[in-house]
């Protein structure tokens, strides 16, 4: 994600870096993926995911701000 949002940001236009903050906002779709499956297979422990997801929650929140301010 912060890949994404630093390429996004090295362009020259908003139009560009909306586009990328939105392939940012689906790297974290991903992140979930990865972290049901790590939790499957007995990598994180259920408590670890709450304090997680609330972070990931924040990240959310963000990236969707900054992709409000550039419309």
């Excluded at 236009?13 to 909306?18: D, G």
């Excluded at 586009?19 to 779709?29: D, T, V």
């Amino acid at each position: 994600m912060p890949a994404n949002i630093a390429e996004g940001c090295a362009r020259f236009s908003k139009k560009e870096f909306t586009h990328f903050l939105w392939i940012a906002y689906g790297s974290l779709a991903e992140v979930d993926t990865f972290l049901i499956i790590s939790q499957k297979l007995g990598f994180v422990k259920e408590a670890d995911l709450v304090d997680i997801n609330e972070l990931k929650e924040e990240i959310r929140k963000m990236i969707k701000t900054l992709i409000k301010i550039q419309n």
